[in-house]
């Protein structure tokens, strides 16, 4: 159980293109869900933290228009990069927590996204 | 502040020797603690929790993590190490009000 979906695993855009990256909790309901960045032999940098059907909380430095978070269910959260560039490239994770995650901080992850932007 | 530690960036060990790899948290209350790996290209994936009770908790592949308060450590310990060990292990502390947070990291290599 507790299983996590994050797609694409990869991909590959030209600069100035919008960019959608979907995670899913396929047997949970995620009560919140979070995004990170991580860079090459680096820990992971929290993004935002998103909630059903409201905004999303966003890190300090992390710019919302260029990182746009939508939570509209409760198995679904999408991270857009929106006109991205080069400096944009990374690896994007995100996890989910469910009911009991939100008392200890127990957080389910997908398997990541590498975007590459030309 | 809360905060996690993991002193050793990299470590390497022999494949079949035994493995220690250090966390210590700050932290004001009980801690939730975690430790999750990450192999390349991949995301995190549970190796074992501690919420309460037995100090000792056994996880996934063969790890096996001990809290300490006395120590507010909380280190992942594994007999036997195997090559596909090698990967990215990550502590980390729920730190209540949906904030999880993370050590570092410590990048374990094997050899022959």
């Known amino acids: 159980g507790a299983v996590v979906s994050q797609h694409p695993s990869w991909v590959i855009c030209k600069s100035g293109t919008s960019v959608k990256i979907e995670c899913r909790s396929l047997?949970?309901?995620?009560?919140?869900m979070f995004w990170y960045r991580q860079f090459p032999k680096q820990s992971l940098m929290l993004m935002a933290t998103s909630n059903e059907g409201s905004k999303a909380t966003y890190e300090q430095g992390v710019e919302k228009d260029k990182f746009l978070i939508n939570h509209a269910s409760l198995t679904l959260s999408t991270l857009t990069v929106t006109s991205a560039h080069p400096e944009d490239s990374s690896f994007y994770i995100c996890?989910?927590?469910?009911?009991?995650?939100?008392?200890?901080?127990?957080?389910?992850f997908g398997e990541g996204s590498r975007l590459t932007v030309l | 502040a809360q905060s996690v530690t993991q002193p050793d960036i990299h470590i390497t060990v022999s494949e079949g020797a035994s493995l220690e790899l250090r966390c210590n948290y700050s932290?004001?209350?009980?801690?939730?603690l975690f430790w999750y790996v990450q192999s390349p290209g991949q995301g995190l994936q549970l190796l074992l929790k501690y919420f309460s009770g037995d100090t000792l908790v056994q996880g996934i592949k063969g790890f096996e993590a001990e809290f300490k308060r006395s120590q507010s450590s909380f280190n992942l310990r594994k007999p036997s190490v195997h090559w596909s060990d090698a990967a990215e292990y990550f502590c980390?502390?729920?730190?209540?009000?949906?904030?999880?947070?993370f050590g570092a990291g410590t990048r374990l290599f094997v050899k022959a």
């Open positions: 932290y004001g209350a009980t801690p939730y």
């Open positions: 047997d949970f309901q995620a009560t919140t």
């Open positions: 996890s989910a927590q469910n009911q009991q995650g939100a008392n200890t901080g127990e957080l389910f």
């Open positions: 980390a502390v729920g730190a209540g009000g949906f904030k999880t947070i």
